[in-house]
Protein backbone atom coordinates (compact mmCIF):
# COMPACT_ATOMS: atom_id res chain seq x y z
CA UNK A 1 0.00 0.00 0.00
CA UNK A 2 3.18 2.73 0.90
CA UNK A 3 3.88 1.67 -2.57
CA UNK A 4 0.32 2.97 -3.94
CA UNK A 5 0.98 5.76 -1.74
CA UNK A 6 4.49 7.40 -2.77
CA UNK A 7 4.17 6.46 -6.40
CA UNK A 8 5.02 8.88 -9.03
CA UNK A 9 4.27 9.13 -12.48
CA UNK A 10 6.84 7.13 -14.33
CA UNK A 11 8.11 8.12 -18.07
CA UNK A 12 6.81 4.65 -20.44
CA UNK A 13 5.91 6.10 -23.68
CA UNK A 14 8.12 6.19 -27.02
CA UNK A 15 8.36 8.67 -29.35
CA UNK A 16 5.94 6.27 -31.45
CA UNK A 17 3.81 5.50 -28.36
CA UNK A 18 2.94 9.34 -28.19
CA UNK A 19 2.32 9.62 -32.22
CA UNK A 20 -0.24 7.02 -32.05
CA UNK A 21 -1.66 7.94 -29.31
CA UNK A 22 -2.12 11.48 -30.94
CA UNK A 23 -3.13 10.28 -33.91
CA UNK A 24 -6.15 8.38 -31.93
CA UNK A 25 -7.18 11.20 -30.43
CA UNK A 26 -7.30 13.42 -33.41
CA UNK A 27 -9.09 11.11 -35.55
CA UNK A 28 -12.43 10.37 -34.66
CA UNK A 29 -15.90 9.90 -35.75
CA UNK A 30 -15.47 13.69 -36.96
CA UNK A 31 -14.56 13.08 -40.06
CA UNK A 32 -17.60 10.75 -40.73
CA UNK A 33 -19.51 13.64 -40.22
CA UNK A 34 -17.77 17.04 -40.49
CA UNK A 35 -17.29 17.09 -44.37
CA UNK A 36 -21.12 17.60 -44.96
CA UNK A 37 -21.50 20.55 -42.92
CA UNK A 38 -17.98 22.15 -44.43
CA UNK A 39 -19.58 21.79 -48.00
CA UNK A 40 -23.02 23.54 -47.17
CA UNK A 41 -20.48 26.41 -46.28
CA UNK A 42 -18.31 26.43 -48.87
CA UNK A 43 -18.72 27.27 -53.05
CA UNK A 44 -16.30 25.02 -54.71
CA UNK A 45 -14.19 21.75 -54.38
CA UNK A 46 -11.19 24.07 -53.99
CA UNK A 47 -12.27 25.61 -51.31
CA UNK A 48 -13.38 22.78 -49.40
CA UNK A 49 -10.05 21.39 -49.70
CA UNK A 50 -8.30 24.23 -49.35
CA UNK A 51 -10.34 24.63 -45.95
CA UNK A 52 -8.90 21.60 -44.93
CA UNK A 53 -5.17 22.12 -45.65
CA UNK A 54 -5.66 25.32 -43.92
CA UNK A 55 -7.29 23.53 -41.14
CA UNK A 56 -3.96 21.71 -40.87
CA UNK A 57 -1.68 24.92 -41.18
CA UNK A 58 -3.32 26.07 -38.11
CA UNK A 59 -3.55 23.06 -35.93
CA UNK A 60 0.53 22.68 -36.94
CA UNK A 61 1.13 26.48 -35.57
CA UNK A 62 -0.88 25.24 -32.37
CA UNK A 63 1.23 22.39 -32.32
CA UNK A 64 4.63 24.84 -32.09
CA UNK A 65 3.29 26.64 -29.26
CA UNK A 66 2.32 23.46 -27.10
CA UNK A 67 5.37 21.83 -28.42
CA UNK A 68 7.42 24.26 -26.57
CA UNK A 69 5.00 24.97 -23.39
CA UNK A 70 5.40 20.87 -23.11
CA UNK A 71 8.63 20.93 -23.38
CA UNK A 72 9.47 23.22 -21.25
CA UNK A 73 6.68 22.60 -18.47
CA UNK A 74 6.40 18.72 -18.72
CA UNK A 75 3.73 18.13 -16.27
CA UNK A 76 0.55 15.52 -15.98
CA UNK A 77 -2.02 18.59 -15.87
CA UNK A 78 -0.76 19.87 -19.40
CA UNK A 79 -3.23 22.96 -19.97
CA UNK A 80 -4.25 23.52 -16.94
CA UNK A 81 -0.19 23.40 -15.52
CA UNK A 82 0.63 26.42 -18.51
CA UNK A 83 -2.72 28.19 -17.50
CA UNK A 84 -1.70 28.29 -13.70
CA UNK A 85 1.33 29.07 -14.15
CA UNK A 86 1.24 32.22 -16.51
CA UNK A 87 -2.04 33.77 -15.78
CA UNK A 88 -2.71 32.41 -12.19
CA UNK A 89 -4.52 29.69 -10.24
CA UNK A 90 -8.03 31.02 -10.16
CA UNK A 91 -7.79 31.48 -14.45
CA UNK A 92 -6.12 27.44 -13.96
CA UNK A 93 -8.80 26.08 -11.90
CA UNK A 94 -11.29 27.68 -14.06
CA UNK A 95 -10.09 25.48 -17.06
CA UNK A 96 -10.43 23.14 -15.08
CA UNK A 97 -13.59 23.06 -13.98
CA UNK A 98 -14.66 23.73 -18.00
CA UNK A 99 -12.20 20.49 -18.82
CA UNK A 100 -14.76 18.32 -16.49
CA UNK A 101 -18.26 19.77 -17.29
CA UNK A 102 -17.91 20.77 -20.62
CA UNK A 103 -14.83 19.70 -22.99
CA UNK A 104 -13.64 16.26 -21.80
CA UNK A 105 -16.11 13.98 -20.31
CA UNK A 106 -19.45 15.41 -23.26
CA UNK A 107 -16.61 14.45 -25.53
CA UNK A 108 -16.69 10.67 -24.10
CA UNK A 109 -19.81 10.32 -23.29
CA UNK A 110 -20.62 11.50 -27.17
CA UNK A 111 -18.28 9.29 -28.63
CA UNK A 112 -19.60 6.55 -26.77
CA UNK A 113 -22.88 7.15 -28.21
CA UNK A 114 -21.74 7.51 -31.62
CA UNK A 115 -19.89 4.20 -31.00
CA UNK A 116 -23.25 2.58 -29.86
CA UNK A 117 -25.56 4.35 -32.90
CA UNK A 118 -23.43 2.30 -35.45
CA UNK A 119 -22.38 -1.02 -33.31
CA UNK A 120 -26.53 -0.83 -33.32
CA UNK A 121 -26.91 -1.24 -36.83
CA UNK A 122 -24.68 -4.31 -36.56
CA UNK A 123 -26.21 -5.87 -33.99
CA UNK A 124 -29.10 -4.36 -32.77
CA UNK A 125 -30.24 -4.50 -28.84
CA UNK A 126 -33.64 -3.11 -28.59
CA UNK A 127 -34.61 0.65 -27.96
CA UNK A 128 -32.03 1.22 -25.63
CA UNK A 129 -29.20 -0.37 -27.85
CA UNK A 130 -27.17 2.91 -28.38
CA UNK A 131 -26.99 3.49 -24.68
CA UNK A 132 -26.31 0.15 -23.75
CA UNK A 133 -23.06 0.10 -26.56
CA UNK A 134 -22.07 3.07 -25.35
CA UNK A 135 -21.99 2.34 -21.78
CA UNK A 136 -20.25 -0.84 -22.15
CA UNK A 137 -17.54 0.86 -24.29
CA UNK A 138 -16.73 3.53 -21.89
CA UNK A 139 -16.87 0.30 -19.37
CA UNK A 140 -14.80 -1.78 -21.02
CA UNK A 141 -11.88 0.91 -21.65
CA UNK A 142 -12.44 2.14 -18.18
CA UNK A 143 -10.68 -0.99 -17.08
CA UNK A 144 -7.87 -1.32 -19.74
CA UNK A 145 -6.94 2.39 -18.81
CA UNK A 146 -7.29 0.81 -14.80
CA UNK A 147 -5.33 -2.22 -15.50
CA UNK A 148 -1.89 0.37 -16.64
CA UNK A 149 -0.29 2.79 -18.81
CA UNK A 150 1.41 -0.39 -20.43
CA UNK A 151 -2.14 -2.17 -21.07
CA UNK A 152 -3.84 1.05 -22.53
CA UNK A 153 -0.67 2.33 -24.86
CA UNK A 154 -0.77 -0.97 -26.07
CA UNK A 155 -4.97 -0.96 -26.97
CA UNK A 156 -4.19 2.39 -28.04
CA UNK A 157 -1.17 1.28 -30.70
CA UNK A 158 -3.94 -1.54 -32.33
CA UNK A 159 -6.71 0.98 -31.96
CA UNK A 160 -4.63 3.55 -34.41
CA UNK A 161 -3.40 1.23 -36.88
CA UNK A 162 -7.35 -0.43 -37.18
CA UNK A 163 -8.43 3.78 -37.53
CA UNK A 164 -5.38 4.94 -39.68
CA UNK A 165 -5.95 1.41 -42.11
CA UNK A 166 -10.00 2.05 -42.30
CA UNK A 167 -9.17 6.08 -43.47
CA UNK A 168 -7.25 4.91 -46.25
CA UNK A 169 -9.48 2.02 -47.16
CA UNK A 170 -12.11 4.63 -47.30
CA UNK A 171 -10.30 6.85 -49.58
CA UNK A 172 -8.85 3.67 -51.60
CA UNK A 173 -12.46 2.92 -52.69
CA UNK A 174 -13.81 6.47 -53.61
CA UNK A 175 -10.92 7.09 -55.55
CA UNK A 176 -10.53 3.86 -57.32
CA UNK A 177 -13.27 1.61 -56.95
CA UNK A 178 -16.46 3.78 -56.74
CA UNK A 179 -17.49 5.85 -59.81
CA UNK A 180 -18.43 9.59 -59.36
CA UNK A 181 -22.59 9.89 -58.89
CA UNK A 182 -24.06 12.32 -60.80
CA UNK A 183 -25.23 15.56 -58.79
CA UNK A 184 -26.72 19.05 -59.60
CA UNK A 185 -24.14 21.90 -59.88
CA UNK A 186 -23.25 23.38 -56.47
CA UNK A 187 -25.45 26.22 -55.27
CA UNK A 188 -24.24 29.15 -53.47
CA UNK A 189 -22.98 28.74 -49.79
CA UNK A 190 -24.88 31.34 -46.83
CA UNK A 191 -22.25 33.71 -47.13
CA UNK A 192 -21.50 36.21 -44.76
CA UNK A 193 -19.83 33.82 -42.23
CA UNK A 194 -20.46 30.84 -43.98
CA UNK A 195 -16.23 30.40 -43.82
CA UNK A 196 -15.78 30.65 -40.21
CA UNK A 197 -18.65 27.97 -39.70
CA UNK A 198 -17.22 26.00 -41.69
CA UNK A 199 -13.44 26.08 -40.23
CA UNK A 200 -15.37 25.18 -36.33
CA UNK A 201 -16.41 21.95 -37.79
CA UNK A 202 -13.05 21.78 -39.60
CA UNK A 203 -11.26 22.44 -36.48
CA UNK A 204 -13.75 20.20 -34.31
CA UNK A 205 -12.76 17.59 -36.30
CA UNK A 206 -8.90 17.76 -36.21
CA UNK A 207 -9.71 18.80 -32.28
CA UNK A 208 -7.67 16.19 -29.93
CA UNK A 209 -4.30 17.53 -30.85
CA UNK A 210 -3.77 19.59 -27.61
CA UNK A 211 -4.26 16.51 -25.70
CA UNK A 212 -0.89 15.29 -26.25
CA UNK A 213 0.65 18.08 -23.75
CA UNK A 214 -1.25 15.67 -21.12
CA UNK A 215 1.68 13.04 -22.21
CA UNK A 216 4.48 15.24 -21.48
CA UNK A 217 4.76 13.54 -17.89
CA UNK A 218 4.80 10.33 -19.85
CA UNK A 219 7.18 10.35 -22.54
CA UNK A 220 10.51 9.20 -21.85
CA UNK A 221 12.96 11.83 -23.69
CA UNK A 222 10.30 14.34 -23.48
CA UNK A 223 12.87 17.50 -24.56
CA UNK A 224 13.71 15.54 -27.49
CA UNK A 225 9.95 13.77 -28.66
CA UNK A 226 7.38 15.91 -27.37
CA UNK A 227 7.61 18.39 -30.60
CA UNK A 228 7.74 15.25 -32.78
CA UNK A 229 5.30 13.60 -31.63
CA UNK A 230 3.10 16.81 -32.24
CA UNK A 231 4.84 17.43 -35.07
CA UNK A 232 4.41 14.30 -37.18
CA UNK A 233 1.09 13.38 -35.57
CA UNK A 234 -0.56 16.64 -36.61
CA UNK A 235 1.18 16.12 -40.84
CA UNK A 236 -0.17 12.69 -40.50
CA UNK A 237 -3.70 13.49 -39.29
CA UNK A 238 -3.34 16.49 -42.28
CA UNK A 239 -2.60 14.26 -44.87
CA UNK A 240 -4.93 11.82 -44.44
CA UNK A 241 -7.73 14.28 -44.23
CA UNK A 242 -6.83 15.88 -47.33
CA UNK A 243 -7.21 12.25 -48.93
CA UNK A 244 -10.11 11.00 -47.61
CA UNK A 245 -11.73 14.44 -48.27
CA UNK A 246 -10.43 14.39 -51.81
CA UNK A 247 -12.41 10.86 -52.05
CA UNK A 248 -15.62 12.12 -50.68
CA UNK A 249 -15.41 15.10 -53.34
CA UNK A 250 -14.66 12.77 -56.36
CA UNK A 251 -17.56 10.26 -55.56
CA UNK A 252 -20.55 12.65 -54.61
CA UNK A 253 -18.88 15.91 -55.65
CA UNK A 254 -20.18 19.12 -53.47
CA UNK A 255 -24.04 19.36 -53.87
CA UNK A 256 -23.71 15.72 -53.14
CA UNK A 257 -22.34 16.15 -49.87
CA UNK A 258 -24.20 18.92 -48.58
CA UNK A 259 -27.82 16.63 -49.59
CA UNK A 260 -25.90 12.90 -47.78
CA UNK A 261 -26.84 11.97 -44.44
CA UNK A 262 -23.60 9.94 -44.47
CA UNK A 263 -21.57 10.56 -46.37
CA UNK A 264 -18.61 7.81 -45.84
CA UNK A 265 -21.71 5.64 -46.18
CA UNK A 266 -22.33 6.68 -49.18
CA UNK A 267 -19.18 6.46 -50.84
CA UNK A 268 -18.46 3.19 -49.48
CA UNK A 269 -21.73 1.94 -50.69
CA UNK A 270 -20.66 3.77 -53.96
CA UNK A 271 -17.48 1.42 -54.46
CA UNK A 272 -18.81 -1.89 -52.57
CA UNK A 273 -22.43 -2.34 -52.77
CA UNK A 274 -24.66 -2.83 -49.22
CA UNK A 275 -21.12 -4.49 -47.70
CA UNK A 276 -19.62 -1.16 -47.74
CA UNK A 277 -22.22 -0.02 -45.26
CA UNK A 278 -21.42 -3.05 -42.76
CA UNK A 279 -17.96 -2.53 -43.21
CA UNK A 280 -18.00 1.38 -42.95
CA UNK A 281 -20.27 1.00 -39.42
CA UNK A 282 -17.03 -1.41 -38.00
CA UNK A 283 -14.71 1.38 -39.47
CA UNK A 284 -16.62 4.16 -37.23
CA UNK A 285 -16.88 1.94 -34.08
CA UNK A 286 -13.02 1.51 -34.08
CA UNK A 287 -12.77 5.39 -34.71
CA UNK A 288 -15.09 6.06 -31.60
CA UNK A 289 -13.12 3.38 -29.43
CA UNK A 290 -9.77 4.88 -30.55
CA UNK A 291 -11.09 8.57 -29.71
CA UNK A 292 -12.79 7.13 -26.36
CA UNK A 293 -9.59 5.00 -24.94
CA UNK A 294 -7.31 7.94 -25.63
CA UNK A 295 -9.26 10.12 -24.28
CA UNK A 296 -9.60 8.18 -21.28
CA UNK A 297 -6.10 8.14 -20.48
CA UNK A 298 -5.31 12.07 -21.35
CA UNK A 299 -8.42 13.76 -19.80
CA UNK A 300 -7.51 11.56 -16.40
CA UNK A 301 -4.11 13.34 -15.82
CA UNK A 302 -5.68 16.55 -15.16
CA UNK A 303 -8.52 15.45 -12.54
CA UNK A 304 -4.52 14.05 -10.52
CA UNK A 305 -2.79 17.54 -11.32
CA UNK A 306 -5.77 19.44 -10.10
CA UNK A 307 -5.77 16.68 -6.97
CA UNK A 308 -1.89 17.55 -6.58
CA UNK A 309 -2.53 21.50 -6.52
CA UNK A 310 -5.84 21.10 -3.97
CA UNK A 311 -3.99 18.88 -1.74
CA UNK A 312 -6.89 16.13 -2.72
CA UNK A 313 -4.94 13.22 -1.54
CA UNK A 314 -7.54 11.00 -3.12
CA UNK A 315 -8.15 12.68 -6.17
CA UNK A 316 -4.45 13.03 -6.68
CA UNK A 317 -3.35 8.92 -6.04
CA UNK A 318 -0.93 7.54 -8.52
CA UNK A 319 -0.99 3.67 -9.08
CA UNK A 320 2.43 2.43 -8.68
CA UNK A 321 1.36 -1.23 -10.16
CA UNK A 322 -0.15 0.67 -13.14
CA UNK A 323 1.77 3.85 -13.31
CA UNK A 324 -1.61 5.59 -13.76
CA UNK A 325 -4.45 8.21 -11.84
CA UNK A 326 -7.00 5.38 -10.59
CA UNK A 327 -9.10 7.22 -8.56
CA UNK A 328 -8.94 9.90 -11.34
CA UNK A 329 -9.83 7.28 -14.22
CA UNK A 330 -12.61 5.82 -11.79
CA UNK A 331 -14.39 9.68 -11.36
CA UNK A 332 -13.69 10.91 -15.02
CA UNK A 333 -15.52 7.87 -16.51
CA UNK A 334 -18.34 7.93 -13.73
CA UNK A 335 -19.19 11.19 -14.72
CA UNK A 336 -19.12 10.06 -18.40
CA UNK A 337 -21.50 7.27 -17.24
CA UNK A 338 -23.78 9.65 -15.74
CA UNK A 339 -23.75 11.83 -18.99
CA UNK A 340 -24.50 8.56 -21.20
CA UNK A 341 -27.36 7.80 -18.33
CA UNK A 342 -28.51 11.03 -18.78
CA UNK A 343 -28.51 10.97 -22.74
CA UNK A 344 -30.54 7.68 -22.68
CA UNK A 345 -33.35 9.74 -22.65
CA UNK A 346 -32.53 13.07 -23.86
CA UNK A 347 -29.00 13.72 -25.65
CA UNK A 348 -27.96 16.45 -28.11
CA UNK A 349 -27.36 16.51 -31.77
CA UNK A 350 -23.46 16.20 -33.25
CA UNK A 351 -23.58 19.72 -33.91
CA UNK A 352 -25.55 20.71 -30.92
CA UNK A 353 -22.70 19.39 -28.85
CA UNK A 354 -20.29 21.54 -31.54
CA UNK A 355 -22.51 24.35 -30.44
CA UNK A 356 -22.01 23.56 -26.89
CA UNK A 357 -18.01 23.12 -26.45
CA UNK A 358 -16.53 25.45 -29.53
CA UNK A 359 -17.00 28.52 -27.87
CA UNK A 360 -15.54 27.38 -24.29
CA UNK A 361 -12.61 25.72 -25.85
CA UNK A 362 -11.70 28.36 -28.06
CA UNK A 363 -11.69 30.59 -25.09
CA UNK A 364 -8.87 28.94 -23.16
CA UNK A 365 -7.03 27.95 -26.76
CA UNK A 366 -6.71 31.45 -26.60
CA UNK A 367 -5.31 32.08 -23.09
CA UNK A 368 -2.65 28.92 -23.61
CA UNK A 369 -1.77 30.90 -26.79
CA UNK A 370 -1.43 34.15 -24.42
CA UNK A 371 0.46 31.82 -21.53
CA UNK A 372 3.63 31.28 -24.18
CA UNK A 373 4.06 35.00 -24.40
CA UNK A 374 3.98 35.23 -20.47
CA UNK A 375 6.14 32.60 -19.67
CA UNK A 376 8.95 33.81 -22.64
CA UNK A 377 8.77 37.24 -20.56
CA UNK A 378 8.23 35.84 -17.45
CA UNK A 379 11.28 33.22 -17.58
CA UNK A 380 13.49 33.92 -20.09
CA UNK A 381 16.36 32.08 -18.34
CA UNK A 382 14.10 28.70 -18.23
CA UNK A 383 15.59 26.11 -20.17
CA UNK A 384 13.24 25.27 -23.26
CA UNK A 385 14.82 22.44 -25.18
CA UNK A 386 12.12 23.16 -28.34
CA UNK A 387 11.50 26.73 -29.09
CA UNK A 388 8.85 27.97 -31.73
CA UNK A 389 10.16 28.64 -34.79
CA UNK A 390 9.54 32.35 -36.16
CA UNK A 391 8.54 34.35 -32.30
CA UNK A 392 6.10 36.04 -31.86
CA UNK A 393 4.80 35.18 -35.01
CA UNK A 394 3.67 31.67 -34.22
CA UNK A 395 1.93 32.46 -31.17
CA UNK A 396 0.23 35.64 -32.57
CA UNK A 397 -0.97 34.52 -35.94
CA UNK A 398 -2.61 31.12 -32.73
CA UNK A 399 -4.05 33.96 -30.29
CA UNK A 400 -6.14 35.57 -33.72
CA UNK A 401 -7.46 32.31 -35.21
CA UNK A 402 -8.24 31.13 -31.64
CA UNK A 403 -10.22 34.69 -31.06
CA UNK A 404 -11.93 34.46 -34.89
CA UNK A 405 -13.20 31.13 -33.93
CA UNK A 406 -13.87 32.19 -30.71
CA UNK A 407 -15.78 34.60 -32.21
CA UNK A 408 -17.52 32.45 -34.98
CA UNK A 409 -18.58 29.91 -32.99
CA UNK A 410 -20.64 32.43 -30.48
CA UNK A 411 -22.16 34.47 -33.72
CA UNK A 412 -22.92 31.48 -36.40
CA UNK A 413 -24.06 28.74 -33.74
CA UNK A 414 -27.29 28.28 -31.88
CA UNK A 415 -28.89 27.78 -27.85
CA UNK A 416 -26.20 25.44 -27.66
CA UNK A 417 -23.14 27.79 -27.22
CA UNK A 418 -25.04 29.89 -24.76
CA UNK A 419 -25.62 26.73 -22.98
CA UNK A 420 -21.78 25.92 -22.93
CA UNK A 421 -20.71 29.70 -21.83
CA UNK A 422 -23.59 29.33 -18.57
CA UNK A 423 -22.11 26.00 -17.65
CA UNK A 424 -18.60 28.10 -17.42
CA UNK A 425 -20.21 30.61 -15.95
CA UNK A 426 -21.29 28.19 -13.25
CA UNK A 427 -17.79 27.68 -12.23
CA UNK A 428 -17.08 31.16 -10.85
CA UNK A 429 -18.61 30.25 -7.60
CA UNK A 430 -16.78 27.37 -7.04
CA UNK A 431 -13.71 29.82 -7.99
CA UNK A 432 -14.57 31.49 -5.02
CA UNK A 433 -14.98 28.55 -2.41
CA UNK A 434 -12.12 27.53 -3.74
CA UNK A 435 -10.26 30.94 -3.38
CA UNK A 436 -11.93 31.55 0.26
CA UNK A 437 -10.54 27.98 0.95
CA UNK A 438 -7.00 28.75 0.25
CA UNK A 439 -6.63 31.47 1.97
CA UNK A 440 -7.45 30.42 4.98
CA UNK A 441 -5.63 27.36 4.96
CA UNK A 442 -2.48 29.96 4.08
CA UNK A 443 -3.53 32.12 7.06
CA UNK A 444 -3.08 28.74 9.01
Known amino acids: MSMQKNAAPRASLSMSDGIAMMVGLIIGVGIFKAPQWVAA?????????????????????GALVYAELAAAYPSTGGEYHFLTRALGRDVGLLFAWARTTVIQTGAI????????DYAQQLWPLGAFGPSIYAAAALIVLTLVNLAGTYESKNAQIVFTILEVSAVLFIAFVGLVLASPVTASAP????????????????????GGWNEAAYL???????????????????????????????AYLHVLGLEGMRKSNAIAADVMRAGLGPV???????????????TINASIFTGARIYHALGEDL????????SGTGNNPRNAIYLQSAIALALIGFGATTREGFQAMVEYTAPVFWFFLFL???????????????????RMP???VTPALFCLTCLYLLYSSIAYTGLGALVGVAVLLLGVPLLLMARSKHSAAAAD
Open 187 to 206: QPSAGGGAAGLAMIFILLTY
Open 368 to 386: VGVSAFVLRQREPERERPF
Open 41 to 61: NVDSGTAFLGLWLLGGLVTLI
Open 109 to 116: ALVAFVFG
Open 390 to 392: FYP
Open 216 to 246: SRDVRDVRRDMVRILLVGTLVVTLLYLVVNA
Open 311 to 318: SLRRLSLW
Open 276 to 290: GAVLLSLFVCCAALS
